[in-house]
């Protein structure tokens, strides 16, 4: 999993996940929506508070769609396709992260 915390990060981020995320994740911060211009595969969405509780979940957003601001979000993390329903993530459950700090994609 990736983290892209600044704007150039976030941007590049994007760039990096025009194909289809497999075995990827990408942590946007702080972001609390997403146009999903250059996504071109539906992906599953989580909106995260600061503290990584979530507070909206969303599988199978479709490419060249916006979601709106969430209330309250601090992070967006961008997750493959089914990962939602595979890994059972629920709405109040409190997230860790483990991120990829080498330049592989």
């Known amino acids: 999993m990736k983290h892209a915390?600044?704007?150039w990060k976030r941007f590049m981020g994007r760039i990096s996940h025009n194909g289809q995320l497999v075995n990827?994740?990408?942590l946007l911060t702080p972001c609390n929506s997403l146009?999903?211009?250059i996504i071109r595969h539906p992906i599953d969405v989580i909106f995260?508070?600061?503290?990584?509780?979530?507070i909206k979940s969303m599988s199978y957003r479709r490419p060249w769609r916006v979601v709106p601001?969430?209330?309250n979000a601090h992070s967006t993390l961008?997750?493959?396709?089914g990962t939602i329903k595979k890994e059972k993530i629920r709405v109040d459950?409190?997230?860790q992260f483990n991120f990829n700090t080498t330049n592989e994609s």
């Open 69 to 71: 601001p969430v209330k």
């Open 78 to 81: 961008i997750l493959p396709l």
């Open 48 to 54: 995260l508070t600061k503290s990584n509780r979530v």
């Open 35 to 37: 146009r999903m211009f």
């Open 24 to 26: 990827k994740g990408l």
């Open 5 to 7: 915390d600044t704007f």
């Open 93 to 95: 459950d409190t997230l």
